[in-house]
DNA sequence: AACGTCTTCCAAAGCGCTTTAAAATATGTA
DNA sequence: TACATATTTTAAAGCGCTTTGGAAGACGTT
């Protein structure tokens, strides 16, 4: 059934079908009802590249997906993608989504984008200095960035959390806890957040004149196994750190098995922060010692984002480009005194 | 760009050069190197939306993604559609997904299915008797299920793991191992493989002459949270039992915190089995007490899912309609001797 | 020279929609 | 009644591609 066949069907032409169909004003209440109701009964749906084809628009924004053999999916995506999904609903937008080699994707993301396929793009774990600004800002489609990317000239759009000043002030709570060891798990190292939880850290050490011991940082992903192997390496260095800032529960999971089979307590022995994206998988408040967190939910973020994008390929207002969140720090158990000595 | 100014650049008509771009064999093969090197000097790209109005292929795989306010998003998403990408990475498919109300699924696939965006619909989350698959049988457009849907005729395609046999075998096991009480932690009551998973067991049980007691059967989303409300129900069981059966390691990890909690001790004063979907963010190897599972790779199946329906959308040959997966059986720490008394 | 056969190219139609420009009909006013 | 003005409808063009049905030219054969 098309639109040629239903207006056959209805007697009239096809231009007087579209419009009552999409809220035209210049067509009769009568008309328009008794084409509503013949859509109905047939269950007619307008072919959308047909639609898109036509109007240059296609009710859809585009994201990469990087993917290989032996490539880990990526445990955020999920989360995140409801949430823009949430936002995408209302407006009856969906979602493109291209696989790509991770080695391509700038690539992968000009090809969608020129491909005429979406209206607007998204991306995010964005690296310092990322390849993929100057292509966005090269080409004229809406985007916006999950993130910032260090050392580029911050004039596009994004959301990103305050990961610097997040970090800066969980470290500040266990340097006020008489924490003077410090180390850091986090994300992987070309990765804009990561730079900047490490520069948090930095930054607040460096105000009681301490430094973060390259030997204290690993950057992995975060998975509860790589959690594991970077405790396992914090707990056998000469001078144990005693504090440890956490890029992810799921890191945090796996290094609190060592701290466990080490027959240490967390919170006493060791006090551990970690990022908390809030995912529904796990909750940092029932962890056998609850966990100390900087909050920030990540589906919020994907709401927030997809109202952008949609807001802005629909004209339904200005939007701020630049939006930089506060996480919330959150304290529970897993933080306490440093032990003595 | 597009392919009339391409095409006049070149001199050539728009027939020549669309011919040149997507092989035909008719087409002088100096003519052809010109077509491509002008491609590669003006990054030209067809039209998607053009391309699929003129060829009624639209190189896409749809799929419906539930979201709401509230609506806890999936841990096995991202790995699952990881393992689609794989394989539509190969074949320059993208993805179409759609998001919807949890309450409309139906409508959201149908909508999307003649919407013409999307060559080959996925769906998995199967309930039983699931009113998806008439609707889907009715339209004439390729798909394949992940899960199966029990009360419905099997005449469907589908890929499926043997959930029935694998927590028959499971408890098989620990019925040698002398356990007599068990408990399932199944995930959400009307999905397919938590019923067939019940199922499994009280087979397996059925043939000690045991039954499965109501009482400690728990269905809930699989998070931590649920396992850990799971377990505490099952300890305070008069009869407490023995012998944990869990429908994914993410409801294991809450149920294990429990059992430390309680002072037991994890394959010896209970064992626990937990299903496996290999997920990168949690290895059931790593677990304080190795955890003992049933394990079927999720990304295995995306990747063969993809695999088929792109198949048969190319024509590139026949697969089986119908498949069914042996989850492997793999014993580790977590299950042992059921304690005495 | 005339013919058939390949090879290589092209004009134009068509995919299903939106939208422009104009026509047909209804309504109001002098 | 005649005309101007709104209202409602339509024919046709166009979005950027693929594909059908030829046409033009090269080549070999008789």
Redo the contacts between chains.
């Keep these: 059934m098309n639109l040629k066949q239903l207006s056959q069907m209805l007697g009239l032409s096809q231009t007087t079908v579209s419009r009552a169909l999409n809220g035209y004003p210049e067509v009769n209440r009568e008309t328009r009802e008794r084409v509503l109701q013949a859509v109905r009964e047939t ?1 007619y ?1 307008p ?4 639609q ?2 036509a109007t240059g628009k ?1 009710g ?1 924004l585009g994201l990469v ?1 990087p ?3 032996g ?9 995140f ?2 949430g ?3 936002e ?2 209302r407006h009856d ?9 991770p080695n391509d994707e700038v690539g992968a993301l ?3 984008a ?4 979406v209206d607007a793009l998204f991306v995010a774990y964005m690296r310092g200095h990322d390849p993929r600004l100057d292509m966005l800002k090269s080409l004229s489609i809406p985007f916006v960035v999950h993130g910032r990317s260090i050392g580029s000239e911050p004039d596009y759009p994004y959301l990103d959390i305050d990961n610097e000043a997040a970090f800066y002030d969980a470290t500040k709570l266990l340097l006020q806890l008489g924490h003077r060891r410090f180390a850091v798990m986090n994300g992987p190292e070309h990765l804009d957040f990561a730079i900047r939880r490490k520069m948090g850290v930095s930054a607040a050490l460096a105000e009681r004149g301490l430094t973060l011991d390259e030997a204290c940082v690993t950057h992995t ?1 975060m ?3 790589q959690g ?1 192997f970077a405790m396992e390496r914090f707990l056998q260095l000469p001078e144990r750190p005693t504090a440890i800032l956490c890029s992810s529960t ?1 890191l945090a ?2 290094a609190i ?1 060592i701290i ?2 080490a027959g240490l307590k967390l919170g006493e022995d060791i006090s551990l922060i970690a990022h908390d994206d809030v ?5 940092p408040e ?3 010692v609850p966990l100390t967190t900087t909050r920030s939910p990540l ?1 919020a973020a994907g709401v927030r984002i997809a109202e952008r994008l949609i807001g802005q390929i629909k004209d339904l207002g200005s939007y701020p480009e630049q939006e930089l969140w506060k996480a919330e720090l959150i304290v529970r158990a897993s933080t306490g005194a440093a032990p003595a000595g």
């Design positions: 269950g749906r072919n959308k590249a047909a898109r084809l296609a859809s997906m993917t290989a053999p490539h880990p999916s990526d445990v955020h995506f999920g989360e993608l409801t823009l999904g949430e995408a609903l937008f969906h979602f493109v989504i291209t696989p790509a080699d000009r090809r969608l020129i491909s005429g396929n992903a998975t509860d196994e594991l799921v999971l796996g098995r466990n089979q995912l529904p998988l796990l909750k029932n962890f056998s589906r």
